[in-house]
């Protein structure tokens, strides 16, 4: 099969284009014909060796956990799945590389059933691919900080690949939404339901204009000064969440959340999908052998939406 591999940890120049044999289907896995899969920031991290202290990493790498695709083989004891399902899922692994531990960005991934759902049936595999790290990221986060109807919710960079799933999933709950994001994205948030407000100096005083009692909930998505103003913001008995900085847990009482695996939250996914209350913003299509070039665009930062990549 053909797949991009990396076989030292370095810049998009360490992808290339390779071929591989067939990955083997465990008992608990099926075997994805990959039609599309995405760049999430975590890929060009674990690339650049930024995740090797708490990650293994057996070369080759075949990068991606992002994937949507059909069921081609099922393994001994999958009773989830049949050949032909289209799927999506968050195809993340104990262990990156190696035989047993391939990536997304090939023709063809082993995935265990628990990191598999159904597709949406009314997304494209491209809108599936670009949704399961970030919507269950979103989804988790929101359920670990116990959104509610009524609650009024802080959504840090609102208009990021998991803030805008949190903010249309906090909707979805009866949430009222106060999104932060440059200027140029405040329409965006307002066509997903949230009010924006600028980051940068003030933001506090502009957070308590639109909430004077405060917030419920503050989700963070970014970390660093958009943390901090945490307490200035945040009524009395909230919550906040981060998946940016331990300190939301260690020092202000609330959440780390690190995204995990999940069928059911990705069937729940899915479900909001079809209802028609949830969109995958897809920024630009590019084929599999461009994969240092979708690589490159996603670590610039200056894309809205996701970079998929279509195998």
Known sequence: MRAITYSRFGGPDVLELSELPTPKVGPDSVLVRVRAASVNPVDWKVRQGYLDAVTDSVFPVIPGWDVAGVVEQVGLDTPELEVGDEVFGYVRKDVIGGAVSGGTFAELVAAPVRTLAKKPASWSFEEAAAAPLTALTAYQSIRRAGVRSGDTVLVHAAAGGVGSFAVQIARTLGAHVIGTASE????????????????????????????????????????????AITGEVLRDGGTVASIADPAARDELGGHYVWVRPDTADLTEIARLADAGVLRSEVAEVLDLADAARAHELSQSGHVRGKIVVRV
């Open 184 to 227: 140029p994205n405040h329409e965006y948030l307002r066509s997903l339901g949230a009010q924006p407000v600028t980051y940068g100096d003030g933001l506090a005083g502009r957070v308590r204009a639109l909430a004077p009692d405060g917030v419920d909930v503050v989700l963070d998505y970014v970390g660093g000064d958009a943390l």
